[in-house]
């Protein structure tokens, strides 16, 4: 391969890398000061119910929010089991972006392993399917916020969680880079990572080896709140958890978004 060639390649991997390090973090001074307005797009990952309190992620992140002192106006277009190609072709989220509405943040999240086993499946969702119409949904200065699947429990196809993860962090750079729309990615997979690797996988998901259990919902939330909120989550409140454990998790994703 000519040098210049390779050159062209460590470039754009580097770029890519770049992206995932500083794209969580977003300053605070660009929300509006009465609160702002998230549409979330995704599945059970993001959409089940807590056992504690009923809620799904979004209301949780609605909720912290408040204790904040922040208002956010949530809207959830949630289909169990479905890619985000699917929740588009059957018309669930265009209810969500008539009338010309629109949306400081746009959340969306992927089928849990679609990423990262067939990217050019995600990225032509995103490219030919989402990123046409979200000029149109986000306001001056909204973003989209990728939500970066966390690894299951069974690997496959992958040999191993590590090999599985490798994939997930290579893919949602690739992702990221493909994305001309301003945007972050919401680093959950790296807090799941980081807190399985100590207390392991069933500190956070669920028997069936895929959906989060209450603790990772809290994670999930804290750390969307953070990045929508452009402040550090360690200050949140713990809800429905032990304080201790509550902590920890608001420290971890703290961690991963850059606080």
């Excluded at 001074?29 to 309190?53: H, I, K, Q, W």
């Excluded at 609605?62 to 890619?83: F, K, N, P, Q």
């Excluded at 807190?195 to 959906?211: E, M, Q, R, V």
């Amino acid at each position: 391969m000519p040098y210049r060639h390779r050159a062209y390649i460590a470039v754009a991997v580097l770029v890519a890398a770049v992206l995932v390090w500083v794209a969580p973090r977003v300053s605070a001074e660009t929300r509006p000061a009465d609160g702002f307005s998230v549409l979330f797009v995704g599945n059970s990952l993001l959409g089940s119910m807590t056992r504690a309190t009923g809620e799904s992620t979004p209301a949780l992140v609605r909720g912290l929010a408040s204790g904040a002192g922040r208002t956010i106006d949530v809207v959830e277009v949630i289909h169990s089991g479905y890619t985000l190609q699917q929740t588009w072709d059957d018309g669930l989220v265009a209810p969500a972006l008539s009338d010309g509405r629109q949306y400081d943040f746009v959340v969306l999240q992927e089928y849990s392993t679609l990423v990262a086993t067939d990217l050019a499946a995600a990225t032509r969702t995103l490219r030919q399917t989402y990123e046409p119409n979200l000029h149109r949904a986000l306001k001056p200065g909204g973003r989209v916020v990728l939500f970066k699947n966390w690894a299951l429990v069974n690997p496959a196809p992958f040999p191993s969680t590590a090999a599985a993860n490798d994939a997930i962090d290579r893919n949602y750079a690739a992702l990221s880079a493909a994305l001309a729309t301003p945007h972050v990615i919401a680093p959950i997979a790296d807090a799941f990572e980081t807190l399985i690797a100590t207390h392991g996988a069933s500190f956070l998901i669920d028997p069936d080896g895929k959906h989060p259990n209450d603790t990772a919902r809290y994670l999930d939330a804290v750390t969307l709140c953070g990045i929508l909120s452009g402040e550090s989550p360690r200050d949140l409140a713990d809800l429905y958890l032990p304080a201790p454990v509550a902590a920890e998790l608001r420290a971890v994703a703290a961690t991963a978004i850059g606080y």
